[in-house]
């Protein structure tokens, strides 16, 4: 019988000495096997590092947990950027490839102020509890089975312990199953995740995904279906019920250039509480479109499921300056009838700059959501487990069943010093909007909430020490304080203090031989913009319609920011942001950018992507264009013409002005010319 992790680890350690790219050298250097995630919120020192190895090594990650056989594949180009960091990690996974050990374990004991607030992707723990911890261990008695126990608990008023990891798993790098305690996390974003993250505890689950890519196409599957805590407020048949609603979710994603992801991503929460819930009616209704909304009110009993759906996209640039830009746009319920217009909506975007001046590590990261988020008008409890919102943590910042939007940002920054030490700094913002909705007439005073992290770490052989500091406000105005010390039995680091700078000069000295040998851009656009914009009133009926869609000539300065590669001979792809102003500020962001240059000069375009608009409530949907470009006009200058087309920019009707006819959305549209130079560096 062939063990599993003895021919990965020969394998992944063959790879790193010659620098071969694992899984495409032979089929023997492929998982073959069940392959084990990495901790998800727990061992933040090493999840940030094993982030940093995935960019160096141009692997776009668009779900959480992340596999062992995913690192295991970018390390060796990774390796080559930054020796350190790469043998801190290849220490840390050697614990995975034995037949049984302990994986994860850590120990936090804290001091705070009175608060009820909770921490951000923490599985619902507060800020005032004074001690929790975590563990995992594993056994693998066969190739194909991989067994795991453990958990999360925490102590306080809302503590528990919560078996998250617990699992069997079953299967190869094409089909795995996993039954238990499995976390989820459909996002590229690493601090909020809109579908469902860690923020609330993890739930009993079955999922079904593949560990490495099929097909040149990369594909990538993920479909799981989970059992939610129990609600007493569920309505059927006209009176609220209890029961166990289920949560199912598909992911579905593709790597068809070595560096960028594209994925499609939803959530169903359906059943309980004697509402129908069997396979059959759920496939049934799997893509049905939610026809909700009009003057009257709508049947309760013939809505199957409160779906929430996303698309996301992940670029990686492992260049002389590494980046990795990651977009995620998400609505809830289909609204008209249609598949394209959704009732709700979310635009989220980060950046992440693993060595930024060439020491830093650098992740920024944005957010905003409209109103109705994690509410429901079936499940009156939302899409929550033990009270607390499967998705983004922002929304638990706010009182219970509020449903009102909000904005959230997080900037952090990260920097190992030469003892091998390392310092963390990381700054999160929410503001909730200050508007009522429709369902909340009553508007709360929030304030703009901030939290300030501060972390040392030190890894020493066998674990890693620190002390954790937060302190803040919450939305209400509260401060509040936490100190913490903790020990996470990671490994540590074997040389930890050791050779730092010796490894810095080695990768410093090789750089330039290391780098990508492609074409890589950074450019700015500069021109102007002009089009028509119109927006749609709604209405479900031709009596309710108040206005047939309404035109306005509108013009602006234009701003482009972005960052481009060839992908092949005459074919480049990147990403850029778009910024003007039509009467309101249009902030615009191509996640998929595409140009082929037929010569030196002559290049076509065609791009796609989502827009945010400053309407008197933020307005959110996606656009799409083409363009031409003249290169090279001047020495590193492209003159270039664009057409887009904003189709669907979605907007709530919140506020006491707006236009009532009985729709709860209107839309803009807008299509625009925009004519501009760009500088190339």
Same mark, same amino acid.
């Given at each position: 019988?062939?063990?599993?992790?003895?021919?990965?680890?020969?394998?992944?350690?063959?790879?790193?000495?010659?620098?071969?790219?694992?899984?495409?050298?032979?089929?023997?250097?492929?998982?073959?096997?069940?392959?084990?995630?990495?901790?998800?919120?727990?061992?933040?020192?090493?999840?940030?590092?094993?982030?940093?190895?995935?960019?160096?090594?141009?692997?776009?990650?668009?779900?959480?947990?992340?596999?062992? &056989?995913?690192?295991? $594949?970018?390390?060796?180009?990774?390796?080559?950027?930054?020796?350190?960091?790469?043998?801190?990690?290849?220490?840390?996974?050697?614990?995975?490839?034995?037949?049984?050990?302990?994986?994860?374990?850590?120990?936090?004991?804290?001091? &705070?102020?009175?608060?009820?607030?909770?921490?951000?992707? $923490?599985?619902?723990?507060?800020?005032?509890?004074?001690?929790? +911890?975590?563990?995992?261990?594993?056994?693998?008695?066969?190739?194909?089975?991989?067994?795991?126990?453990?958990?999360?608990?925490?102590?306080?008023? !809302?503590?528990?312990?919560?078996?998250?990891?617990?699992?069997?798993?079953?299967?190869?790098?094409?089909?795995?199953?996993?039954?238990?305690?499995?976390?989820?996390?459909?996002?590229?974003?690493?601090?909020?995740?809109?579908?469902?993250?860690?923020?609330?505890?993890?739930?009993?689950?079955?999922?079904?995904?593949?560990?490495?890519?099929?097909?040149?196409?990369?594909?990538?599957?993920?479909?799981?279906?989970?059992?939610?805590?129990?609600?007493?407020?569920?309505?059927?048949? +006209?009176?609220?019920?209890?029961?166990?609603?289920?949560?199912?979710?598909?992911?579905?994603?593709?790597?068809?250039?070595?560096?960028?992801?594209? &994925?499609?991503?939803?959530?169903?929460?359906?059943? +309980?509480?004697?509402?129908?819930?069997?396979?059959?009616?759920? #496939?049934?209704?799997? #893509?049905?479109?939610?026809?909700?909304? +009009?003057?009257?009110?709508?049947?309760?009993?013939?809505?199957?499921?409160?779906?929430?759906?996303?698309?996301?996209?992940?670029?990686?640039?492992?260049?002389?300056?590494?980046?990795?830009?990651?977009?995620?746009?998400?609505?809830?319920?289909? *609204?008209?009838?249609?598949?394209?217009?959704?009732?709700?909506?979310?635009?989220?975007?980060?950046?992440?700059?693993?060595?930024?001046?060439?020491?830093?590590?650098?992740?920024?990261?944005?957010?905003?959501?409209?109103?109705?988020?994690?509410?429901?008008?079936?499940?009156?409890?939302?899409?929550?487990?033990?009270?607390?919102?499967?998705?983004?943590?922002?929304?638990?910042?706010?009182?219970?069943?509020?449903?009102?939007?909000?904005?959230?940002?997080?900037?952090?920054?990260?920097?190992?010093?030469?003892?091998?030490?390392?310092?963390?700094?990381?700054?999160?913002?929410?503001?909730?909007?200050?508007?009522?909705?429709?369902?909340?007439?009553?508007? !709360?005073?929030?304030?703009?909430?901030?939290?300030?992290?501060?972390?040392?770490?030190?890894?020493?052989?066998?674990?890693?020490?620190?002390?954790?500091?937060?302190?803040?406000?919450?939305?209400?105005?509260?401060? #509040?304080?936490?100190?913490?010390? *903790?020990?996470? #039995?990671?490994?540590?680091?074997?040389?930890?203090?050791?050779?730092?700078?010796?490894?810095?000069?080695?990768?410093?000295?090789?750089?330039?031989?290391?780098?990508?040998?492609?074409?890589?851009?950074?450019?700015?656009?500069?021109?102007?913009?002009?089009?028509?914009?119109?927006?749609?009133?709604?209405?479900?009926?031709?009596?309710?319609?108040?206005?047939?869609?309404?035109?306005?000539?509108?013009?602006?300065?234009?701003?482009?920011?972005?960052?481009?590669?060839?992908?092949?001979?005459?074919?480049?792809?990147?990403?850029?942001?778009?910024?003007?102003?039509?009467?309101?500020?249009?902030?615009?962001?191509?996640?998929?950018?595409?140009?082929?240059?037929?010569?030196?000069?002559?290049?076509?375009?065609?791009?796609?992507?989502?827009?945010?608009?400053?309407?008197?409530?933020?307005?959110?949907?996606?656009?799409?264009?083409?363009?031409?470009?003249?290169?090279?006009?001047?020495?590193?200058?492209?003159?270039?013409?664009?057409?887009?087309?904003?189709?669907?920019?979605?907007?709530?009707?919140?506020?006491?002005?707006?236009?009532?006819?009985?729709?709860?959305?209107?839309?803009?549209?807008?299509?625009?010319?925009?004519?501009?130079?760009?500088?190339?560096?």
């Amino acid at each position: 019988m062939r063990i599993y992790a003895r021919h990965f680890k020969a394998a992944a350690l063959a790879a790193l000495a010659t620098g071969a790219y694992l899984g495409l050298a032979s089929p023997d250097t492929r998982a073959s096997g069940a392959s084990p995630y990495l901790p998800l919120n727990l061992s933040p020192e090493i999840e940030r590092q094993v982030e940093r190895v995935l960019v160096l090594g141009g692997r776009a990650q668009l779900t959480r947990p992340v596999p062992i &056989a995913t690192v295991l $594949e970018a390390l060796p180009a990774a390796c080559k950027r930054d020796a350190a960091l790469c043998r801190r990690v290849r220490h840390y996974l050697d614990r995975y490839f034995g037949r049984a050990g302990i994986t994860e374990a850590s120990i936090e004991v804290a001091a &705070a102020s009175h608060s009820t607030t909770t921490m951000p992707n $923490e599985r619902g723990e507060r800020l005032d509890s004074p001690v929790d +911890g975590s563990a995992l261990v594993y056994y693998r008695p066969y190739d194909h089975l991989l067994l795991t126990a453990g958990g999360v608990a925490y102590a306080g008023t !809302e503590g528990r312990f919560n078996p998250d990891g617990t699992l069997v798993s079953i299967g190869n790098e094409y089909v795995q199953i996993d039954t238990g305690w499995r976390s989820q996390w459909l996002s590229p974003l690493t601090d909020s995740s809109m579908l469902i993250s860690t923020e609330a505890p993890t739930m009993p689950s079955l999922t079904i995904s593949n560990q490495t890519p099929i097909s040149p196409l990369g594909i990538q599957y993920q479909l799981f279906l989970a059992r939610m805590s129990k609600s007493d407020h569920i309505i059927w048949e +006209g009176t609220e019920r209890s029961g166990y609603p289920k949560l199912a979710g598909m992911h579905l994603g593709i790597e068809p250039v070595r560096g960028w992801s594209f &994925a499609g991503n939803a959530v169903w929460q359906f059943g +309980g509480g004697g509402r129908p819930g069997s396979f059959g009616e759920f #496939f049934k209704n799997l #893509f049905q479109a939610t026809n909700f909304g +009009g003057s009257s009110s709508p049947n309760l009993d013939n809505r199957f499921s409160n779906r929430a759906v996303s698309l996301t996209s992940a670029y990686t640039f492992p260049t002389r300056s590494p980046l990795e830009a990651y977009f995620e746009y998400a609505g809830r319920d289909t *609204f008209h009838g249609e598949f394209y217009r959704f009732r709700e909506t979310d635009l989220s975007a980060g950046l992440h700059f693993p060595e930024f001046l060439n020491r830093f590590d650098l992740t920024v990261e944005a957010s905003e959501w409209q109103n109705t988020w994690y509410t429901d008008y079936v499940w009156l409890d939302g899409m929550t487990v033990n009270g607390y919102v499967t998705g983004n943590w922002g929304a638990d910042w706010r009182t219970p069943k509020d449903d009102v939007g909000a904005q959230s940002a997080m900037v952090s920054l990260g920097w190992p010093l030469l003892s091998g030490d390392e310092a963390y700094v990381r700054l999160r913002t929410l503001q909730n909007q200050r508007y009522a909705s429709s369902t909340s007439p009553v508007v !709360e005073e929030y304030s703009r909430a901030l939290m300030l992290t501060l972390e040392y770490s030190q890894p020493r052989n066998g674990y890693t020490r620190g002390l954790q500091l937060d302190t803040g406000r919450d939305t209400f105005g509260s401060g #509040f304080v936490r100190l913490a010390g *903790f020990v996470r #039995f990671d490994g540590g680091s074997p040389d930890a203090g050791k050779n730092a700078a010796s490894d810095q000069d080695e990768v410093e000295s090789d750089e330039e031989e290391d780098q990508p040998k492609g074409r890589f851009e950074r450019f700015v656009d500069l021109g102007i913009s002009g089009g028509r914009l119109g927006l749609d009133l709604g209405g479900f009926t031709k009596a309710e319609e108040s206005a047939p869609l309404a035109y306005r000539s509108v013009g602006s300065p234009h701003l482009g920011i972005g960052v481009r590669r060839d992908v092949t001979t005459n074919a480049d792809l990147g990403v850029r942001a778009e910024f003007d102003d039509f009467h309101g500020a249009m902030i615009a962001l191509r996640v998929l950018d595409y140009r082929y240059r037929f010569d030196q000069h002559f290049a076509i375009g065609g791009y796609f992507g989502f827009a945010r608009y400053s309407a008197p409530t933020p307005a959110q949907g996606y656009y799409a264009g083409a363009g031409l470009t003249w290169r090279e006009v001047m020495p590193h200058w492209d003159l270039s013409l664009d057409m887009r087309n904003f189709d669907h920019v979605q907007r709530n009707k919140v506020l006491p002005s707006d236009l009532q006819n009985g729709d709860t959305v209107e839309w803009y549209t807008m299509q625009a010319a925009s004519l501009y130079l760009s500088r190339r560096f």
